[in-house]
C-alpha cells in the first residue's frame, strides 16, 4: 500500500520535548544530570498520584465496577503516598539541579494537591453506582504495569539504543494509553454487545460442542490461531480497502517504535478489529476461561510487539512474533509493504506469502508515505474523515 519514504518529509510539528520546553518556557539542555528527566519523573508521578486519589474521592464514576471492590486498599494507600514522597523528590532534585524551575514546580504542585486533597488516607465514600464511568484506575494501573515490565526490557536490550523514552510522539501514544483504558466502557459496549449478539445467531452448534469436549489447553492453542487468523484477515483487509487504509495508517503514522507505540489505534480500527476477533471465538463456541486467556495474552503481546527490544532468542522469532517481526510491518521501505500481518503466529504470512524477515535486517525507519499524522488522539481521531 502506500508507504514510502517519510523520513525527509518536512516537520511542521513540535516533539513533545519541544512542546514541553515551550509550555514550560524551558529551553535549557535535556541530557541526564541537568534536571530534565527528574523534572518529567516528578510531573508523572505526581499526576499518577492526584488521579489515584481522585478515585479514591470518586469511585462511582472515575473506577471500573469490576476492579472497585478488588483492590487492596492498604497497600493502594500506601502506594499513593510513596508516590507522593517520590514525586516531590523527584520534583525538588529538579530544581536543584536546573536554573530553569517551571518543571519541578509542576510536580511539586500535583503532588501538593494529591495531598490537600488527602493524598492516601481519602475516606471512600458510601454511595450508589454510576451507569458511566470512566477506568482512571485501569489507566494508572496499566501504565505501572506495563511500564515495570517494558521500561527495564528496552534498558537492557535496546534495538536502537540511542532511542530516547521521551521520543517524538510520546505524549500522542500517551493519550492513546489513556484513552483506551478511561474509555474501557465505551470500548467493552462498542465490541462486546454487537459481538454477542452476531455470534449467537451464527453459532453452529455441533462446531461449539466439538471445541468445548477440548482440554482447555488446547481450546487456548487453538483460540490464539482462530483470533490470529481473524486478525490477520482484518488487518489485511484495513491496509486493502482505501476507506479502511484511512483509520489503519493512524497506527502505521508512528516514526519511533517502543512499546507504547502499538496504543495508537484509531478508534474505528479497534472496535472493527477486536469486535471481528471476538466474533470469531465466540462463533467458535470456546470455553470463557480460554477467551479469557486470550485476551490475556493479547493485551502482553500487541504491546511486547512493537517495543524497542531485541530477544536474544533469534530463533523463536520463526515461530512467535517478536519485535523485528512487527517492526518490518511498519517499515518505510517499500520491501516492508504489506507484510507479516499476524499479531502471534508467523507461520500465518507464511502460509499465505506475506512473510518478510530479511536475515539479522531491522526496518531503517517507520511511517506512512510522503504523509505525516497530526499530533494528537482529537485530531488523529478527526483526521481519516478530513477530505485531502
Ligand atoms: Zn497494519
Ligand atoms: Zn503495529
Redesign the pocket.
Known sequence: MCYGASMDAPSPRLTAEQWLARLFADDRPRHLGTGWLSGLLGIVLGLLALLAVLCLHFPQYLTLPELRGRYPLALVRLAIDVALLAAMGFAGLSMLLRRKKALGVAGLALAGAALLLGAGGVEIPRGGASAVYLGIDWFVLGVLSTAAVFVPLEGAFPHRREQAAFRRGWLTDTQYFFASHALAQVMSVAVLAPAVALGSVLAVTPVQDLIQSLPLVMQFALAVMVADLAQYAVHRAFHAVPVLWRFHKV?HSVEVMDWI??SRLHLVDVIVTRGLVLLALLVAGFDQVAVYAYLALVSFHAVF??ANFVPRWGWLERWIAMPRF?HW??GVEPEARDVNFAVHLPMIDRWLGTYHMPENRWPEGYGIAGERAPEGWMRQLVWPFRRR
Open positions: 497506527h507505540a502499538g510487539i512493537h512487527h510491518h511498519h
